[in-house]
């Protein structure tokens, strides 16, 4: 189970995404972050503390859950439904620049509903795409503006991102699948 | 933690486990911040078929369920029974087969008879919800009640909850009975002799007709309708009596917590069981409970598109 991240790693790594996001904005004017549930609001409140420091400046951060916007939602004849979570997104989101924040960019399909769900809360300026890890397999045609690590993998194999908010430590691990 | 109901139908509180009802009223939470919202629409049932059919006047349930199914992108249409088949004699079972002939995915049932919900469950392969059958049970009423209790007090356990007024009628209190004692509340019913459900107490809760007892430092104060429909024999003298013995008046609430929260499942009876000084004063949240209402529905109808099954390990 080989550790592709540890905590120093990550946190260097999210220190590197919050100054090319305030490089590549030109500062952090109309910028507000929005996390989807669960792991991908952690890291979005920790980029949050990080522009902070950089910039004196608070980014607004919200929290996004895109289980009712699933796109495997339903397709089964029968089968017990996704826990759904509350999404808090406490700003307007109309032409401000969104940071999309997510902790594992895959196939492509949680940000798919994510930009659909964001859609719904207003027309943002620009949705930009953060992900802590990109490893690979796309189904969709989306491609993150910020990536803490590309890590290629192969499809039996699972990333999993731990974050001290929800599981204790920091660290990011590569695993067979154990089918 | 679970994430799903074990049941293809919601037919009443009874058959729920307090991890099944603490399931619904969170993601009811979830469901709740869609309400509030410019664009109150999630796409999650999409090409979902829903019927809300019923055969008793309801306007608040009825509203409830529709607009918390156009929230989530069902399709929904109401069967109104002055204008449907019934009125020439078609009994239930085949006004519900027949619209089951049209595939539906789920069927929102009201019905004057206890039990009718049970009956459309067992002859019928879409969800049945029942929004109140006969004297038997409302569920849903009994999830919103909780969800906003929940609300403003965090719990259910150990509240002490008072629930007055025509209790032998009422499916609201069935309902809210069994909720609120899986959860663990303390639950007093009061009324007067003739209009208490005979070994009420066997469902664990405490029965008086003695107000001041129900109300003294109650958490939570429940006020159900006098239902002048389903009274045919004389249960108490005239409606000003049971004001002056059972109303809940501003007088009267002194003696209980003083947060406490004052609810009616509606529709009210101004100045029979509620004085107008409490439905509309500080500590009524009749109309939260009403806004509350389509959270819950929303929840309860996501649950149950999955369809039945057990608990699963993701």
């Known amino acids: 189970m080989p550790i592709v991240m540890d905590a120093d790693r990550i946190g260097r790594t999210l220190t590197r995404i919050a100054h090319e996001i305030v490089e590549r904005n030109k500062g952090v004017d109309d910028l507000a972050l929005v996390g989807v549930r669960t792991r991908g609001v952690h890291i979005a409140r920790r980029l949050a503390r990080a522009l902070r420091e950089i910039t004196g400046e608070e980014i607004p951060t919200g929290a996004l859950d895109i289980t009712l916007y699933r796109d495997d939602l339903m397709r089964q004849a029968v089968g017990p439904q996704p826990l759904v979570r509350r999404t808090e997104i406490p700003f307007s989101i109309d032409n401000r620049k969104i940071l999309l924040v997510d902790d594992v960019l895959y196939t492509g399909r949680t940000t798919r509903a994510a930009l659909d769900a964001l859609i719904d809360f207003g027309r943002p300026k620009a949705i930009q795409l ?37 599981d204790g430590q920091d660290e990011v691990v590569l695993q067979q699948e154990g089918r | 933690m679970i994430h799903t109901l074990r049941h293809k139908d919601l037919l009443g509180i009874a058959d ?64 109104a029974i002055g204008t449907s088949s019934v009125v020439k004699g078609e009994t239930l079972a085949d006004t519900a087969l027949n619209l089951e002939a049209m595939n539906p995915d789920m069927i929102v049932l009201r019905h004057s008879s206890s039990g009718a919900c049970h009956l459309l469950s067992r002859i019928c392969r879409s969800a049945i919800i029942n929004a109140g059958d006969g004297m038997h049970e409302h569920p849903t009423q009994a999830l919103l009640d909780a969800f906003t209790i929940r609300e403003k007090k965090k719990t259910l356990s150990g509240l002490k909850v008072a629930i007055v007024g025509d209790l032998l009628h009422s499916r609201v209190l069935r309902s809210n009975i069994h909720l609120l004692t899986k959860m663990g509340a303390d639950v007093w019913v009061c009324g007067p002799p003739t209009l208490i459900p005979a070994d009420v107490s066997r469902f664990g809760v405490r029965a008086t007709s003695v107000i001041d007892d129900a109300v003294r430092d109650a958490d939570v104060i429940m006020l159900l309708r006098i239902q002048l429909e389903r009274m045919e024999g004389a249960y108490f003298p005239s409606l000003r009596e049971y004001f002056n013995v059972f109303g809940m008046t501003e007088d009267r609430l002194r003696a209980a917590k003083p947060d406490v929260m004052i609810m009616h499942p ?19 949240v009749i109309l939260d409970q009403v806004s509350n209402g389509v959270a819950v529905r929303m929840a309860v109808l996501y649950l149950l598109a999955g369809g039945a099954e057990h608990e699963e390990a993701a």
């Open chain 1, 130 to 166: 953060i992900v802590l890890v990109d490893r690979g397999h796309r189904e969709l045609p989306i491609k993150a503006d910020y990536v803490g690590k590309n890590l290629p993998t192969a499809s039996d194999e699972s990333v999993q991102v731990r974050l001290q908010e929800s």
């Open chain 2, 266 to 284: 509606g529709p009210m009876n101004r100045g029979v069981e509620i004085s107008s000084e409490v439905a509309d004063g500080p500590y009524s």
């Open chain 2, 16 to 79: 729920l486990t307090p991890e099944e009802i603490a399931l619904v009223l969170d993601t009811a939470e979830a469901m709740k911040e869609i309400g509030s919202r410019t664009v109150k629409k999630v796409p999650a049932l999409r090409g979902k078929t829903v019927i809300n059919l019923f055969f008793e006047p309801s306007t608040r349930t009825r509203t409830s369920f529709e607009i918390a199914e156009k929230r989530l992108s069902a399709d929904t249409l109401n069967v």
